[in-house]
């Protein structure tokens, strides 16, 4: 057999086992995705246009790399927490090997005296600070939640550092969301830095191509999501990521593609 076609073959044979390995690997996962999309708040606050865009690029993305996933939009405060609750509770159920990736994308807002952060329901109507306690869920206690199944690895993703305008009568310098600190086994990101504002369209296209790239851990992917919004941005836009994974766990797969190597010259 000629040393070029035996080459091919040994790379092939490398590849597949490769694949294979990597198919294994997911199918002892349970992968659980959960994509909220807000855009058509009905108080004064702005309609996030791009958000229902933003959150198919990153349901796509997941469904491509093996997670069942439920989309959700324009949810009250009562049915955010409703499905919010039930998702938890599903991968609860599914033990310690499910991998839950939760992504939301809307309004979000911290107040201005506690430094807790909400994310808002589309019936939100923000007179008073006080408001987002009635009208949003606290992020910290939906972190405290996820962390509880003690699930392989938990991603909660926020696309929710929005200008809120409804709230400028009392926010004065407060903007974006404050820090939520990450359990073990478990990444938070924010599609911009703490008490800063995003802008839209710009996080979610980039996080979903590095979602579907092979070859690269979860941590790594993230990361390399930062670095692109912040050089697309001249680093006027640069997300956040606390970082808590002890697993290994790989979107697509953890194999770098192989690279065919050149046939000797005959």
């Known amino acids: 057999m000629p ?3 035996s080459r091919l073959i040994r790379l092939s044979a490398a590849f597949l086992l490769a694949v294979a390995a990597a198919s294994a690997a997911s199918a002892a996962e349970t992968r659980l995705g959960l994509v909220i999309s807000q855009t ?5 606050l702005s309609k996030v246009t791009s958000a229902g ?11 491509d ?3 069942v996933v439920e989309r959700q939009h324009d949810l009250t405060k009562a049915q955010l927490k409703d499905v919010l609750n039930d998702f938890r509770r599903r991968v609860d159920q599914a033990g310690p090997d499910a991998v839950a990736f939760i992504y939301y994308t809307g309004h979000g ?11 808002l329901g589309i019936d939100a109507e923000l007179v008073t600070a006080s408001d987002l306690a009635v009208y949003g869920l606290d992020m910290q206690t939906q972190r405290d939640g996820f962390a509880a199944t003690r699930a392989k690895a938990i991603f909660l993703v926020f696309d929710a550092c929005r200008n809120v305008p409804g709230l400028e009568g009392y926010k004065a310098a407060v903007k974006g969301l404050s820090r939520v600190e990450a359990a073990p086994d478990m990444l938070i990101a924010y599609a911009t830095g703490l008490d800063d504002v995003a802008k839209e369209g710009v996080y979610a296209p980039v996080l979903a191509e590095e979602i579907e790239r092979p070859g690269q851990k979860a941590e790594d992917a993230f990361a390399a999501a930062q670095r692109r919004v912040a050089g697309r941005t001249n680093r006027t836009q640069l997300p956040w990521t606390n970082n808590l994974l002890y697993n290994e766990f790989c979107f697509a797969t953890c194999e770098k593609p192989a690279v065919a190597a050149r046939p000797d010259p005959f």
């Open 3 to 5: 040393l070029v076609f």
């Open 40 to 44: 058509d708040y009905q108080g004064d």
């Open 53 to 63: 865009q933003e959150a198919d690029l990153i349901a796509h993305a997941l469904t």
């Open 65 to 67: 790399t093996g997670f």
């Open 109 to 119: 807002a911290q107040h201005p005296e506690s430094g807790d952060s909400y994310l």
